[in-house]
């Protein structure tokens, strides 16, 4: 998948991601605050992700500039997308879509949790706003992968 970066560039994914526990978040929009409160979580735990070794990402079908104030409201750390091609992404990973009349259409909330090489070890598909992916359960896991590996 290509996702376009804030500030330009794209983001390559898996292969950015390679190397590293990484985490994929797709989520509604800047105006959702589920996604709000999931993206503000994932900022406060950006240490205890960083210690771990994963890395993070979120895009959504938003545009660069309410990305940007979206990045800005929650001074989001991580690498941030904007302006996904709906039907790209829905064909790649199958995500949910929702046509609200107040919002347009959007991507359905849907996080994946990757191993180094790029392969998903956990996908969460949400149909609504609520069903996510948290910090806390994605640092046991990835603990646990590695433990695992000893």
């Known amino acids: 998948m290509k996702i376009p970066a ?3 560039g794209v ?7 390679g190397g590293s526990y990484g985490v994929v ?6 105006w959702c605050p589920f996604c709000n409160e999931q993206v503000a979580a994932f900022v406060a735990a950006s240490d205890a992700l960083q ?4 890395k993070v990402v979120a895009f959504s079908v ?3 500039d309410e990305t940007k104030d979206f990045i800005a409201k929650h001074d989001i750390p991580f690498r941030m997308g904007h302006s996904a091609d709906l039907e790209a992404i829905v064909a790649a990973v199958g995500a949910y879509q929702n046509n609200a009349p107040a919002r347009g259409r959007f991507l359905e909330n849907t996080g994946f949790v990757l191993a180094p090489d790029g392969s998903v070890v956990n996908a969460v598909y949400s149909s609504r706003a ?3 992916l948290v910090p806390s359960d994605v640092i046991r896991l990835v603990a646990f992968m590695k433990s695992s590996k000893r």
Do not use: F, K, M
């Open 6 to 8: 804030v500030g330009g």
């Open 11 to 17: 983001i390559h994914l898996p292969s950015d991601l």
């Open 25 to 30: 978040l797709i989520y509604r929009g800047h």
């Open 51 to 54: 210690e771990e070794g994963i």
């Open 62 to 64: 938003d545009d660069e």
């Open 130 to 132: 609520i069903g996510r």
